[in-house]
């Protein structure tokens, strides 16, 4: 990559990064051509290739910059301390929600490349997945207070069955071509409310 990128105006930064997630996110990696990515940031393919030296150096930036704006707003946003897990949870739902108005096509291009199998970026992607997701499984059994919890519920269990219909729920939307922040928030708010009724003590009342 070449460090120039850094010394664009932020606004033409951005722009090549929302049009490397919105091409991106419509395709495989593969169908994805960078002279498209050019032709949506507003710049030359030449241009694009000055920055990024290839398609798979473009790509796998894009994924490190969903990380690198993902993890920062939430260390600087949330709080990983002993609190109620699901009050936390909507909080850090609010925060996912205004990264994607600002980054309209984020959320759709990391589950596509959640899927992608070419082997270019496989490899790379799914070992940058594991170690974005053993951080989120980190953060999540920080902040439980098993206090909270119906008596025998397994914790492990809890986590991975919310896990696999987050993952569900994800996929189905950018099948769909539907992934936006508003209604992903609004059906998260009914969907943690729904687990917050069924994990903890408060649901038995």
């Given at each position: ?77 949330l709080?990983?301390?002993?609190e109620?897990?699901?009050?936390m ?27 992608e ?38 914790l ?28 992903m ?21």
């Amino acid at each position: 990559m070449n460090d120039k990128f850094f010394t664009l105006p932020k606004t033409k930064q951005e722009a090549i990064i929302n049009a490397g997630f919105h091409v991106f996110s419509q395709n495989s990696y593969k169908k994805s051509p960078m002279s498209e990515i050019a032709d949506a940031a507003g710049i030359s393919k030449s241009l694009l290739f000055h920055y990024f030296h290839n398609k798979r150096e473009l790509y796998l930036f894009l994924w490190d910059r969903c990380m690198e704006i993902t993890t920062k707003s939430l260390e600087e946003n949330l709080s990983f301390v002993p609190e109620d897990l699901f009050e936390m949870m909507f909080k850090g739902l609010k925060i996912k929600a205004d990264i994607m108005r600002q980054y309209p096509d984020l959320g759709a291009f990391v589950v596509k490349s959640y899927y992608e199998k070419d082997p270019d970026v496989c490899e790379d992607i799914q070992q940058l997945i594991a170690k974005y997701t053993n951080f989120n499984k980190i953060a999540f059994f920080t902040s439980l207070d098993s206090e909270q919890f119906i008596p025998g519920l397994d914790l492990q269990m809890m986590y991975q069955t919310m896990y696999w219909a987050s993952e569900g729920y994800l996929w189905e939307k950018v099948q769909q071509g539907s992934l936006t922040a508003d209604e992903m928030e609004a059906d998260f708010i009914k969907i943690i409310d729904f687990w917050k009724k069924a994990y903890t003590k408060r649901g038995l009342t």
